[in-house]
């Protein structure tokens, strides 16, 4: 359901979505509940095609482009996971935007979306989470240095924890539709062009699924934790990128960086924030 202030979805956490992540990341499927950050291919947005911009984005809902022309990018987020999603039980999400702010930057005016959703199961909130989107001014760019799936992987120093991904562009293609983000940037190497990239831009909240699933795959609980991440750097090309524990060990964070040993992202392990 679509309102001018809140998007209310409810539906089965069904065992399908998951277990196309699982093969997407070529991992086991889960059982009997999502892994933290998993909920990214349930309960989804999905608009009628009449909607969608140029850019594949939609043109009305939450959130909406603050003007014609402006171009999204993926700031970040903060995600607490209370308990997990049962897989095969009904479940609720709302989204609501929680907060806008405008801002000069040196492309022109910067408008900062924060953007609150809340998953509900049984009776109980579940998941929280909060996610930031940028919108750039018409005829911007975001200078960045592009990989290539012929650049070996940047080498996590020994001892420390890390995985990599080949992120190739038929990954990319299939994350888009497991997600269902139409965001041309992603599979499009002629639009690439026109938001003013040299070629396929790797996801955003992809990187930060890989930060979380560094924690688990390390042991680490992110049950009622935050995990905070920050988008620093566009990752741009198809490549294997790698996801490594930062300077403070696996359980407080990590950090994502391309072939090129560039920072794309960044994470932190906390106690969830009050309120």
Same mark, same amino acid.
């Given at each position: 359901m679509i309102g001018p202030d809140r998007q209310v979805c409810t539906e089965v956490v069904a065992e399908g979505p998951a277990v196309a992540l699982a093969g997407l990341l070529d991992v086991p499927a889960p059982t009997g509940s999502l892994p933290p950050m998993w909920h990214q291919v349930h309960l989804l947005e999905r608009?009628?095609?009449?909607?969608?911009?140029?850019? /594949?984005?939609?043109?009305? /809902?939450?959130p909406a482009p603050?003007?014609?022309?402006?171009?999204r990018m993926f700031a970040g987020g903060r995600v607490t996971t209370l308990r997990p999603l049962a897989i095969g039980e009904e479940a609720t999400r709302t989204t609501w935007v929680a907060a806008t702010v405008e801002k000069p930057g040196r492309t022109g005016q910067l408008t900062f979306v924060t953007v609150r959703s809340e998953f509900t199961q049984g009776g109980g909130l579940a998941v929280v989470e909060e996610y930031d989107v940028v919108y750039? +001014?018409?005829?911007?760019?975001?200078?960045?240095?592009?990989?290539?799936?012929?650049d070996p992987p940047w080498q996590a120093p020994e001892g420390v +924890?890390?995985?990599?991904?080949? *992120? &190739?562009?038929a990954l990319l293609f299939r994350y888009s539709?497991?997600? #269902?983000? *139409?965001?041309?940037?992603?599979?499009?190497?002629?639009?690439?062009?026109?938001?003013? #990239? *040299?070629?396929?831009?790797?996801?955003?909240?992809?990187?930060?699924?890989?930060?979380?699933?560094? +924690?688990?795959?390390? /042991?680490? &609980?992110?049950?009622?934790?935050?995990?905070? #991440?920050?988008?620093?750097?566009?990752?741009?090309?198809?490549?294997?990128?790698?996801?490594?524990?930062?300077?403070?060990?696996?359980?407080?964070?990590?950090?994502?960086r391309d072939v090129h040993g560039t920072v794309t992202a960044t994470s932190r392990i906390r106690p969830p924030a009050k309120g």
């Open positions: 608009p009628p095609q009449h909607v969608l911009g140029p850019d /594949g984005h939609p043109t009305r /809902g939450i603050p003007g014609p022309g402006r171009k750039r +001014a018409p005829g911007s760019s975001v200078p960045a240095r592009p990989g290539t799936l012929e +924890a890390h995985l990599t991904l080949r *992120a &190739d562009a539709a497991l997600t #269902y983000n *139409a965001h041309r940037i992603h599979y499009d190497h002629e639009w690439v062009r026109e938001e003013g #990239y *040299a070629d396929l831009v790797v996801h955003g909240p992809l990187q930060a699924l890989l930060l979380a699933e560094l +924690a688990r795959r390390n /042991g680490v &609980d992110l049950m009622g934790r935050e995990l905070a #991440y920050r988008l620093v750097s566009p990752m741009v090309g198809p490549q294997s990128f790698t996801v490594a524990a930062g300077a403070e060990g696996v359980d407080r964070g990590g950090e994502v």
